[in-house]
């Protein structure tokens, strides 16, 4: 069956005709896709095409899909039962690879999405200093969660509603959100709430607004500051963790967090979160702790097993070597496409993510992304697809490159995206 016949049967039983609101393409126009199978760097629609794929199930695919090593571990586990509802000796290789992986984390527990692990760090935070008061950025994404969907990025960004309707206004008021990259407005916003903020939660490369790296000493000035007022720092390296390093942006920059929430890439495509960090906060999660926090599904032996095939894939040698070779040679041929067109534009990378702003103000928070011209990004979008290269469908969504771009399809998107921008 056709995807657009799909989509017509789809916008008739699940609002928007999807499962998560990016999905249905409405910033770049169009209608979604069905996807029938993936391989590889390759996703094949119902349609027949094939595209070479960037978005890699938003970050947890660094191997590519249906990769042969994760899939055999989940058959594995699939042979021996779905799910026990009981402790399973998966979950305790898991906690010792996170743990061996990410150094500030002495203690994590496993939980089922990105959002359930920011939305538990949070409660953690408020319940260890018994203060109410959080901390965000504008244009960072953790979940659609009520103390966090304010201000967001992601789709709640792309869709205009970084504010949900339906979060609570007196929710609300304990979130404060602060520009990125400013110092200033740090020192003010803890000044103006003393011994009142519980913690500070930021994706340290900011992600869901592009790709933003903070600039020298931000994350060292936050560092201090939070420590000195008795704040619990969490670096939310959903979607950085594993993957720009096997210690996530904090191995990068040097900054151990109090605690850190990730996602993504330790499901190796199943649905998982984890959260952890210092073991005097995490001792006060239930059953040692008072802060309840629970899951039926939690630790689930599938989900334990690809992820820790994935995680163990991240140790072959070289492994972020390679991937931030393609991310180089995407940027370079991206960029060096862009100059030549005379397009005002940049194409900020690190390792394996990258994103494409087409505005001329360097970009260091939401307000400045936000400079970036949506229209020209939607044509680059539908260009793009239509050759055979799927891009994030959205102008604020960073891409994603894994191990199995190497080659043909790396060389071939270059020269695809090329294309496109000449023709823009
Ligand atoms: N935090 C970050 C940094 C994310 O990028 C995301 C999702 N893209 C989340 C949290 C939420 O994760 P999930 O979609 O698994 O709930």
């Given at each position: 069956m056709s995807s657009e016949s799909l989509f017509a049967r789809a916008q008739q039983l699940i609002p928007g005709g999807v499962n998560s609101p990016v999905r249905a393409f409405r910033s770049v126009g169009g209608a979604p896709f069905f996807v029938q199978s993936a391989q590889g760097a390759t996703l094949t629609t119902a349609d027949g095409q094939e595209l070479i794929d960037f978005v890699c199930t938003w970050g947890p695919a660094i191997h590519g899909h249906n990769n042969p090593v994760i899939r055999d571990a989940i058959a594995d586990a699939l042979n021996r039962g779905t799910s026990f509802g009981t402790p399973n000796p998966y979950e305790v290789e898991m906690a010792e690879l996170i743990t061996r992986f990410v150094p500030s984390i002495k203690k994590v527990r496993m939980c089922n999405s990105g959002t359930e692990a920011t939305m538990s760090a949070i409660r953690l935070a408020r319940g260890f200093t018994q203060r109410d008061k959080i901390i965000k950025f504008a244009g960072c994404y953790h979940g659609h969660s009520d103390s966090l969907l304010i201000k967001a990025g992601s789709g709640a960004l792309t869709h205009g509603h970084p504010d949900s309707a339906g979060v609570p206004a007196s929710f609300a008021q304990e979130t404060?959100?602060?520009?990125?990259?400013?110092?200033?407005?740090?020192?003010?916003?803890?000044?103006?709430?003393?011994g009142q903020i519980a913690g500070v939660i930021l994706e340290p490369y900011p992600a869901n607004?592009?790709?933003?790296?903070?600039?020298?000493?931000?994350?060292?000035?936050?560092?201090?500051?939070?420590?000195?007022?008795?704040?619990?720092?969490?670096?939310d390296e959903v979607m950085t963790g594993f993957r720009l390093a096997k210690g996530g942006v904090q191995e990068l920059e040097g900054i151990t967090p109090d605690l850190t929430t990730l996602g993504k890439i330790i499901g190796g495509g199943l649905p998982v979160g984890a959260f952890g960090g210092r073991a005097d906060i995490m001792d006060k999660l239930a059953p040692v702790g008072p802060v309840y926090q629970a899951g039926t599904l939690s630790g689930n032996p599938l989900a334990m097993a690809a992820g820790i095939a994935a995680l163990k894939l991240l140790e072959e040698t070289g492994t972020y070597e390679r991937l931030a070779a393609l991310g180089q040679q995407v940027q370079a041929a991206v960029s060096s496409a862009l100059q030549a067109k005379g397009l005002p534009a940049q194409v900020p990378q690190v390792g394996s993510m990258f994103c494409t702003y087409f505005t001329e103000t360097p970009v260091r928070d939401l307000a400045s992304a936000q400079t970036t011209d949506t229209e020209l990004f939607a044509r680059y979008f539908r260009g793009c697809l239509e050759q055979g290269v799927y891009l994030p469908p959205s102008a604020y969504e960073g891409c994603f490159i894994s191990t199995a771009h190497e080659g043909a399809a790396i060389d071939r998107a270059c020269e695809i995206m090329t294309r496109v921008i000449q023709s823009l």
């Open positions: 404060i959100v602060l520009p990125f990259n400013d110092t200033a407005a740090l020192t003010e916003a803890f000044a103006a709430n003393p607004v592009g790709l933003i790296k903070p600039e020298p000493g931000y994350l060292n000035f936050l560092r201090e500051l939070t420590a000195r007022e008795g704040t619990v720092l969490i670096f």
